[in-house]
């Protein structure tokens, strides 16, 4: 049986299919459910914020490690496997590796994710469980109403037909669809025997080379405000993933017409204004 914490989130809601799909015994309890009273299985923990963590600091802290502790102390469960973020790799990293340091600021706002990703990883690491953590890229799919670079892009080209970019067009990122993370959470969880996988796209992909597809498949504009800034990360590694389960993930860019339909057929009355 696979338990799937988080299970109305992005990542967690597409486990969840994915298990139905399979005919997988799963348990996806609710957020306030007492999860030290049944076997749980192999725990999938997708418990998280993305964009809006700069915003809810101590809700931050709570979801990734706070809500961590209880389970990993009581809870009865054969494999865990904790979601984490690449977002904790140093920018002028050459390359982001597993196996490497890691350095992070808590005079730095925004360190306050890297941080608590971080303790997560660490307490689940040093918990004596059979546990992984997976380092999860930029994750794209029909995640409509998130807050996320790319979603957001999305969503202003197909509403609006003008896109208005606060970095720079030389900014990249790696990207990796949710149906690999699907795939590759669960595989983890059945096979994976590493303590951290990175899993991503495996390259980069900058701004520019998004804004000109995006912009030959809607015909938005792009503009860029004249104090942008560089929000680059560094190339994240695959090579665990790939040699020890033949990994081999879409690519953003051939993916961007599929992600353009979805949104153009999705439904933005709410956001109208």
């Not at 030290?36 to 979801?63: M, S």
């Not at 896109?163 to 983890?188: E, F, M, W």
């Amino acid at each position: 049986m696979i338990t799937i914490l988080g299970a109305t989130g992005f990542f967690g809601s597409h486990l969840v299919k994915r298990l139905a799909q399979e005919g997988t015994e799963y348990y996806a309890p609710s957020r306030d459910a007492v999860l030290t009273d049944r076997p749980l299985g192999t725990v999938i923990y997708t418990i998280g914020l993305t964009a809006d963590f700069r915003t809810r600091p101590f809700d931050t802290v709570e979801a990734h490690v706070c809500k961590l502790l209880g389970l990993l102390r009581d809870g009865d469960f054969d494999k865990l496997v904790y979601v984490s973020s690449t977002r904790v790799y140093n920018r002028q990293m050459p390359i982001a590796l597993e196996d490497e340091p890691l350095l992070v600021n808590p005079l730095v706002p925004t360190d306050n994710f890297n941080i608590s990703k971080l303790m997560g990883e660490s307490i689940a690491l040093r918990s004596g469980r059979k546990v992984s953590c997976v380092r999860v890229s930029n994750v794209y799919g029909p995640d409509f109403n998130s807050d996320n670079f790319l979603t957001s892009v999305l969503r202003d080209a197909v509403t609006q037909g003008k896109v208005t970019l606060q970095t720079k067009l030389a900014s990249a990122k790696d990207y990796v669809s949710i149906d690999d993370v699907v795939d590759g959470l669960l595989t983890i969880a059945r096979k994976g025997e590493q303590p951290i996988y990175n899993l991503g796209g495996g390259r980069q992909t900058t701004h520019q080379e998004l804004g000109d597809e995006i912009a030959h498949l809607t015909g938005a504009t792009f503009d860029v405000v004249e104090n942008a800034y560089d929000m680059s990360f560094p190339p994240i590694s695959i090579a665990r993933m790939q040699q020890e389960f033949s990994y081999s993930p879409a690519y953003v860019l051939d993916d961007l017409e599929k992600l353009v339909q979805m949104f153009r057929e999705h439904d933005f009355q709410q956001f109208a204004s």
